[in-house]
């Protein structure tokens, strides 16, 4: 599965951006779905992930209550609303794709397709 991701830029803290991403390929309902950010120096990590079916998700802790994801099966295509931003925010944001038939979403890093990158940064 393909991968692209759109949306990011630069906003003030407090502000939201959403980010999108679409998939294309074949089964692409075969994949469970998430967003990682990877910040200067730090590693790369999931901040959200939703279930293949768009049933069920994960929020890593620093973002939770702020960032929403969801899915639109007819458009192949996850967003990230993120609301509420703050400096420490700023990462480059990747969409990413994992084929699974478990009835989760996938908090790790784990997955076997990522997009190319989406840079938001959040100025204080």
């Known amino acids: 599965v393909q991968l692209q991701a759109s949306g990011g830029g630069l906003v003030q803290s407090g502000g939201s951006l959403r980010l999108s991403c679409t998939a294309s390929?074949?089964?692409?309902?075969?994949?469970?779905m998430g967003w990682g950010r990877q910040a200067p120096g730090k590693e790369r990590e999931i901040v959200a992930a939703?279930?293949?079916?768009?049933?069920?998700?994960f929020y890593a802790d620093s973002v939770k209550g702020r960032f929403t994801i969801s899915k639109d099966k007819g458009k192949n295509t996850v967003y990230l609303q993120m609301n509420s931003l703050k400096p420490e925010d700023t990462a480059i944001y990747y969409c990413?794709?994992?084929?699974?038939?478990?009835?989760?979403?996938?908090?790790?890093?784990?997955?076997?397709?990522w997009g190319q990158g989406t840079l938001v940064t959040v100025s204080s």
């Open positions: 390929g074949p089964s692409t309902s075969r994949y469970a």
């Open positions: 990413a794709a994992k084929q699974t038939i478990l009835s989760a979403p996938v908090p790790t890093t784990s997955y076997s397709n």
């Open positions: 939703i279930h293949r079916n768009g049933g069920s998700t």
